[in-house]
């Protein structure tokens, strides 16, 4: 017997209280016949009780923030007003630079916000990429509209969605179309086009680029998914499977293509 990593969403999902009653009696099912994946869940509450008990964060003392702050700011304005205050050329140019220095801190901060936030965001989501992609598989609900024609399943989505997701053909390419699905993501409905590797199932989840995506695209390793994520023409794209990281980029790049077209 081994650890389950399909089970792992769950199982993490379980101990934060984020399932529904059916995900809920599944894995507490599954809990209650195999040793490793409750071992695996006995041994994440045990590290997140320590770490709710463990003080992650300590304070300075009052005189030391004070000393500090008395410095900082006895440094930045004599630096500002000396400067300023200096005869000659020079003084001003050193004033100037002490300011770029002050700004360009300031754009640096700000350019690592815009960096963060999205990835951050990103991050989310993918969690709820992948642990919808585990229930689809669970729950034996892969498809709402089971067929391999695109003229059925692309008209599907009409009225469903406020957008028209792309749903090429991709058997000749080895990804046969399986169907396609409502789901919900990020609060909001969000279209899931399924295909096939073999054996494999791959979900692309489809949605508008948010105000806050990057339009940098990924590749991630999750508890032993794959998952791509990337943008094209204002539309979103999260593919997920448990194939490996080369073939679900073929993919990609098969999907791409043809939608292009």
């Known amino acids: 017997m081994s650890l389950h990593p399909d089970k792992l969403p769950l199982i993490h999902g379980l101990i934060d209280g984020e399932l529904d009653a059916g995900n809920t009696l599944a894995i507490e099912t599954h809990l209650a016949s195999c040793g490793d994946c409750r071992a695996e869940y006995a041994r994440i509450e045990q590290v997140r009780d320590m770490l709710r008990a463990t003080p992650l964060r300590g304070s300075a003392p009052a005189h030391l923030r004070s000393r500090i702050e008395t410095m900082l700011d006895a440094e930045a304005g004599g630096a500002s007003e000396s400067l300023a205050d200096r005869k000659g050329p020079m003084g001003h140019v050193l004033s100037g630079?002490?300011?770029?220095?002050?700004?360009?801190?300031?754009?640096?901060?700000?350019?690592?916000?815009?960096?963060?936030?999205?990835?951050?965001?990103?991050?989310?989501?993918?969690?709820?990429?992948?642990?919808?992609?585990?229930?689809?598989?669970?729950?034996?609900?892969?498809?709402?509209?089971?067929?391999s024609d695109r003229h059925v399943v692309k008209p599907?989505?009409?009225?469903?969605?406020?957008?028209?997701?792309?749903?090429?053909e991709l058997v000749a390419q080895g990804f046969p179309l399986v169907g396609g699905?409502?789901?919900?993501?990020?609060?909001?409905?969000?279209?899931?086009?399924?295909?096939?590797?073999?054996?494999?199932?791959?979900?692309?989840?489809?949605?508008?680029?948010?105000?806050?995506?990057?339009?940098?695209?990924?590749?991630?390793?999750?508890?032993?998914?794959?998952?791509?994520?990337w943008s094209d023409g204002g539309i979103e794209y999260w593919a997920v499977s448990d194939i490996g990281t080369a073939e679900l980029e073929s993919f990609r790049q098969a999907y791409t293509a043809a939608i292009r077209r």
Request: hydrophobic content about 45%.
């Open 181 to 229: 699905r409502l789901d919900y993501v990020d609060d909001r409905e969000v279209a899931a086009i399924v295909y096939r590797r073999r054996l494999h199932t791959i979900n692309l989840f489809v949605r508008p680029t948010s105000a806050l995506a990057s339009p940098v695209g990924y590749t991630h390793q999750q508890h032993g998914f794959t998952v791509i994520r």
């Open 97 to 147: 630079r002490w300011a770029s220095g002050a700004l360009t801190g300031a754009l640096a901060a700000s350019l690592a916000l815009l960096v963060a936030v999205p990835r951050l965001t990103e991050a989310g989501v993918e969690n709820q990429i992948v642990q919808s992609h585990v229930r689809s598989l669970l729950a034996g609900h892969v498809v709402d509209i089971p067929t």
């Open 156 to 168: 599907w989505f009409n009225g469903k969605v406020d957008f028209a997701p792309q749903v090429p």
